[in-house]
């Protein structure tokens, strides 16, 4: 997600070897520079970075560590911007929140992820408004939505007036008790007066507690000059970054936070439901820099994993009793958390095995699909205990899943050897062990 960028700024870095060297100095800004502009980084954001680092690395006298303290804060401040962070929930309920963008950015599917954020992280009680009734195809992708994540849906096919479906959808929420009303309102291919028009009066009927902008990161520039059309003409709190993970340039970030000076509050980082993540410069800094995000990783992890279970697990663990029926509840669990490429970048020093797992899909993992369905053919007693599965057995669930006994026994090997290395880590000196296998792994050399 933040690979390009991430890149230039280790490689500016390495080039600050020595203290008071100011050669090596301008050839890392010269490079940093370069690197910036390619990642579309707007030229005058581009050159204030460049010159704050700069000016501060030699206040501070030149050095790695000078250079690295510089480019942080100066990132930080240009990601900040005056207002909210993440999810402001009003006073008094229901906070709605109007969803604004033009046509193709994201803004339905991100609609749906906030609304998983929302129910999945701070349990909330969410109700989805249907109000852009221009696109044919709107309505029907928000009903397969909510029909996924479990949210309520409010849409009225009477009529073709989104002023009337706002008004009555206000009504429900509030004689519901819903604490958050997400409203999908229409987009056009581009801003124009019949647009802004509708969208004010949408906006004078939801009186909503915020309006959110929904940018396209792979449109770049365009996504920073349409964000600030939209904050003139109709008003807005706050950016939400779609598409983001697959712009691997990363630049319009910073063009966003710095240009329009409008919050970001969400990035979204995968095609999944779960996959939108908070923008809190401070962490997205330490990302930006390969430093991970270990705190958002832990509150992802904890709004998906009951602490009473976990403690259970742990004990099952450290006692070699880890079973099928274990395996397949961690895995529906994981599924919650995104993509497997989003959760590594939030690992220190694990970005580069992050670009190794991009493609892979926990859900649709074909060896994973081969487990659910070997699991599948087992009787709840091997599932809770593998080592019953004899020859004949084994026989009994290769026919089952529809595979052959050698890979049947494949799977059983290193679902045992899984068992094994995670009673190892789950001892008092786990988390070294853990960390040095990490090290050579990202070497290469995996071990045997």
């Known amino acids: ?71 942080r804060f100066t990132l930080h401040d240009l990601l900040k911007s005056e207002g909210h962070q993440g999810f402001v929930f009003a006073a008094n309920p229901p906070t709605v929140i109007l969803m604004t963008g033009l046509q193709g950015s994201g803004k339905t599917t991100t609609t749906g992820k906030l609304a998983t954020y929302l129910k999945e992280q701070k349990k909330k009680k969410v109700l989805i408004v249907a109000a852009d009734l221009q696109r044919m195809a709107a309505v ?38 819903y604490d ?12 124009d007066e019949e647009l802004m028009s509708e969208l004010k009066q949408v906006r ?8 959110f902008y929904v940018a396209d990161s792979m449109t770049g520039q365009d996504a920073v000059r349409t964000a600030q059309s939209f904050k003139e003409q109709i008003g807005i709190d706050g950016v939400i970054l779609s598409k983001y993970d697959g712009d691997a340039k990363g630049g319009v970030a910073l063009g966003i936070a710095s240009q329009v000076q409008v919050p970001l509050r969400f990035i979204g980082a995968g095609e999944k439901m779960a996959d939108l993540e908070v923008f809190l ?11 991970g995000d270990i705190e958002g990783l832990a509150e992802k992890a904890s709004s998906v994993i009951d602490e009473k279970q976990a403690k259970k697990l742990t004990q099952k663990i450290k006692k070699g009793q880890f079973n099928f029926n ?11 958390l995104g993509s497997m490429k989003s959760l590594m970048g939030m690992i220190p020093g694990m970005g580069d095995m992050s670009k190794a797992l991009k493609d892979f899909d926990l859900e649709n993992s074909q060896e994973l699909k081969q487990i659910k369905a070997l699991v599948s053919s087992m009787t709840p007693k091997e599932r809770e205990n593998p ?29 045992k050897n899984a068992a094994k290395m995670a009673k190892k880590f ?8 853990l960390q040095n296998m990490m090290s050579q792994m990202q070497g290469g050399k995996f071990p045997r």
């Open 1 to 71: 997600m933040f690979d390009t960028l991430t890149d230039s700024f280790t490689s500016a870095i390495k080039k600050i070897r020595f203290h008071d060297d100011e050669k090596a100095l301008k050839k890392a800004l010269a490079e940093l520079k370069k690197a910036l502009l390619k990642a579309d980084v707007h030229h005058k954001v581009v050159k204030e970075l460049i010159d704050r680092v700069e000016l501060d690395t030699k206040k501070a006298g030149i050095g790695k560590d000078q250079f690295l303290d510089a480019m």
């Open 140 to 177: 029907e992708q928000l009903r397969q939505i909510t029909e996924q994540i479990g949210v309520d849906l409010y849409e009225d096919e009477a009529t073709k007036n989104p002023v009337e479906v706002v008004t009555a959808a206000m009504a429900k929420a509030k004689s519901n008790l």
């Open 180 to 191: 958050v009303v997400l409203v999908d309102t229409a987009g056009r291919l581009a801003i």
């Open 204 to 211: 004078d009927a939801a009186k909503p507690s915020e309006i």
């Open 281 to 291: 410069p401070d962490r997205i800094v330490n990302r930006l820099m390969g430093l």
């Open 326 to 336: 274990d395996f397949l509840e961690q895995m529906e669990s994981m599924k919650k």
């Open 387 to 415: 080592d019953l599965l004899n020859n004949s057995r084994k026989q009994r669930l290769a026919k089952g899943a529809g595979m052959d006994q050698m890979d049947v026994n494949r799977i059983l090997k290193q679902f």
């Open 426 to 433: 789950s001892g008092k000196k786990g988390m070294q062990d």
